[in-house]
């Protein structure tokens, strides 16, 4: 019986899409304190770097917008009809919060990094 | 356009009928913008190959309505270790019957045929056990009720250096019990068992009467203790503490037993009583024998279970 290894490149890429997983929320709810449909929202996301897989976006702004951070409404623009999506009252307290938490991590993470190198 | 549709329909019949059309609305105007995009970049319509690639790398339709649904795993990393754990558990108490029967079989001469006629095969019940843990895990992982599972107290591990008794043992143990009732109470006929049917007829010597319903009885206590075992074997202290009584009224069940003097009546209309009465005393000798080992391996296993006991109380501090 023959073993894979995974070689470093494969595990620093799967580390890797770990560690973007956890901030995907973050950076959609950030983005979504303005208007936003799917489509926008991914290029917007991905103009700044953060690449994420229609698969999986359009399911999480459907639970976000279960969970009552999002509101979401169809309307019309460039002749079809389009789900805009927009942070709630609560989806803002919320991001106000992980940002909060977002920010600390990061600190602390630096923290260590500067303290190991 | 009419691949978009037909993929659109197929995501759509995976979806709950409440979100179905709302979803796949917001997927038609994904995958037209996406088709819009490449026909602007290529400067002209796509091909039904370059749309139909376009479709594969959106995903395949089940994938995609899936990563709607509340339930995205059967059993999630939580329940997971519970699952594994039960499943081992229930394959070894499965093992530990098809081992008993086993062995009985082979006391009775039941044929390989026959064994295959009156029980079910064992890899049928093995795929039986997985798919019935598999389902009662699913349950607490659909339910949400993986809090049942998952709660534990430190108090209830047991002691560092004393190791409890092993689940597969405690199942063989229950499992023979169980086996010893169904006979006791008549399931199986002793008769069966004679070495040389027709020769001679064994029956119970009167003391087996006397004392059936004090060892039904243990019987059913060894099953009972042996299943609190299998529940939780870190009970260490509880576990031992009641084998030790277990085994001590076995004890004491087989050494009344044994003072009868006579344990079989061996009758043959055929034999000559010189040759029964011989038939008889060799019996009796043979069961004296085997009694007292009995009498011996209880003792030794209560006074084994008393160690263990005894160690568990040394390494659990009382509490204040």
Redesign the interface.
């Known amino acids: 019986m023959t073993h894979s290894m995974p070689t470093e490149t494969n595990t620093f890429e799967s580390l890797r899409l770990e560690l973007r997983r956890g901030s995907l929320i973050l950076a959609v709810l950030g983005h979504l304190r303005r208007e936003h ?3 926008t929202l991914r290029k917007a996301l991905a103009d700044v770097g953060v690449e994420i897989d ?3 976006l ?2 999480m702004l ?1 639970r976000l917008e279960s969970q009552g951070l999002l509101t979401s409404e ?1 309307r019309e623009e460039e002749k ?4 805009f999506y927009r942070l709630s009252a609560e989806g803002q307290a919320v991001l106000a919060r992980l940002t909060e938490e977002w920010a600390f991590l990061n600190v602390s993470i630096i923290e260590i990094l500067k303290g190991e190198s | 356009m009419d691949l978009i549709e037909r993929y659109l329909a197929a995501i759509g019949r995976n979806l709950p009928a409440k ?1 179905a059309g709302d ?1 796949t ?3 038609r ?2 995958l ?3 088709v819009e995009e490449r026909e602007e970049r290529l400067g002209r319509p796509l091909s039904k190959a370059e749309l139909e690639a376009l479709l594969i790398d ?2 395949n339709p089940l ?2 309505a899936w ?2 649904r509340k339930i995205q795993q059967l059993i999630g990393p939580e329940v997971f270790p519970f699952w594994w754990a039960g499943l081992k558990i229930a394959l070894g108490v499965v093992a530990g019957i098809y081992l008993i029967l086993i062995i009985l079989a082979g006391l009775l001469g039941v044929t390989p045929a026959e064994f295959k006629q009156q029980y079910p095969d064992v890899g049928v019940v093995a795929v039986f056990v997985f798919g019935l843990v598999t389902l009662i895990c699913a349950g607490f992982e659909r339910l949400g009720k993986t809090d049942a599972l998952t709660k534990w107290r430190p108090s209830r591990l047991p002691p560092a250096g004393v190791k409890p008794r092993s689940r597969f043992e405690a199942a063989t143990e229950g499992t023979a019990s169980t086996v010893f009732i169904l006979w006791w109470v008549g399931l199986f006929r002793f008769s069966d068992m004679i070495p040389f049917p027709g020769f001679i007829t064994v029956k119970m010597a009167p003391v087996w009467t006397d004392y059936h319903w004090p060892i039904l009885a243990y019987a059913v206590l060894d099953v009972a203790v042996s299943a609190m075992t299998i529940v939780r074997p870190g009970n260490v202290r509880l576990n031992s503490a009641v084998s030790l009584g277990r085994h001590a009224i076995g004890a004491v069940l087989l050494a009344g037993v044994l003072r009868a003097g006579h344990w079989l009546e061996v009758s043959g209309p055929t034999q000559t009583p010189q040759v029964l009465e011989q038939i008889n005393r060799n019996f009796d000798i043979g069961m004296r024998v085997g009694i007292w080992g009995g009498v011996l391996i209880m003792a030794a296993k209560a006074a084994s279970e008393g160690w263990r006991f005894y160690k568990a109380r040394q390494q659990t501090p009382s509490p204040a």
């Open positions: 449909y799917g489509y229609e698969g999986a359009y399911p459907r169809w079809r009809n389009k789900r | 979100q979803i609305a917001e997927l105007d994904v037209l913008s996406r959106f995903g994938v995609v990563r709607y």
